[in-house]
């Protein structure tokens, strides 16, 4: 990456924090148009191109994102109704396509990558020159050509080529394939980075992001040593599947000014902070939408606030399901400065999630997002400090809370795209609203009897004849004796 071509991303480390094991930076990255990113810092995760439960006036307005993930799958669905897809038939005008189909602010990166993240397993598996994708309409092929195509049509801030990945990214490391199959992960990988290199339009803005393989650093060292020599002016920066071989890259000094995105599986921010640890900038964080949907308001902060450690450990947010926020006043985290906290309480919050009001969802969304933002910014801090107070407070803060998130005990919004499954044969995210009588054992074994013929109940049983319409004589008071139009409780 040469400082003199400003179609490049600019990546400068302000400070490295040497620490056991890791080198811990703090440093900026400026895009094209879009102006600087402190670092470390997080992309939002977007479904179809909008993050969920929030409208681009929501983001622009209420949060400080910088940028947002977004997968070329969910714009891509073939029909047959429809030759191409819309998206690459919009007029932009003066906006980069990506930017103006899906309506982000202009202040707002964009990444795009092949999948989500995490990615629905494909069956079939990826080939030579494509991948497998899944579309709205099922899965599909994407080859290498139409992916570069697409990256220089839509224009978006970030690109990260195509990586040989047949499996989901919550999978990586329990789920490896074979070492034939992980050779051929890398050899494939490679070759399309060479095509997107060579078929790449030198006038395109758009930064391209090496991916580095959920792989053991032995496979791919010859990989990592071609991007270090011959592709090293093309790149912009490095996109992370396994965060466990950044130690390996400090033998590959050209690689290092690079900045670096984590598209690692992270399910808690003692996660991130092992990460940056080690030497991660940036971030795409699969547990923001998930603790949102689960009614779960993230209150954890770093440099966790400092009282005496005991057995019992800090949760990492509070359920807002529980009946103990019905008349609670309360911010959803004290000294949060969000929206959600200055304007509403607890209990107005629970009322919505009850009555399954979208807004609920959106204000935990406004508050987890701007949570995220003040703990990035108490990381940069302690890295900037003289001398580095990171260590302490990553010790401090294992300590202090617990390992996991806490489980939501109501019921998730309706299932929408970013709610696919990643593996066959798992439970709905929400129980039917509607099921059969006798489902849980509730059939009534006198009714069920004379369906069936067995037994004979109400006023035939008695010998009586049940009218289905009374005697226009007949009083009204004899009708309201035996029972007529009455309904059993």
Known sequence: MTKDTPEHVMFNVLKNATVDGGVPRVGQLSLPKRGCIDTPDFFALASRGAVPHMTPDVIAKHTELNGSYMALEDFVEKSQKRVEPDVFNINPGDREALHAYTATPASLATVLGARRHPAVIAPMGNGKDYISIYTSTGFQKLKNKEYCRAVEMLQPDIAIPLADLTFGYSHMRTKLPNPKRQLRMVERTEDWLAEMVKLRNTKNSTAVFAPLLPVAYSTQWEYINRLSQDYVEQLS???????????????????????????????????????IRLGMDMFTLTFINTVSDSGIALTFSFPPPQTSYSDVLNPLGVDMWSPTHQVSLQPLSEGCKCYACTKHHRAYLQHLLNAKEMLGWTLLQIHNHQMMNKFFRGIRASLTAEPSTFEQGYEAFSKTYEAEFPKGTGERPRARGYHFKTEGGQAKINTPAWEKYDAAGTEDPALAAEMAGLAVTGAAAEGVETLLVPDLSTDAKDLDKKGFAEIDP
Do not use: N, W, Y
């Open 237 to 275: 920066g490095l996109a992370v599947c396994d965060v466990d071989i950044l130690p390996d890259l400090r033998t590959h000094k050209s690689l290092d000014p690079l900045p670096r995105l984590s598209m690692d599986f992270i399910a808690s921010p003692h996660e991130i902070l092992r990460q």
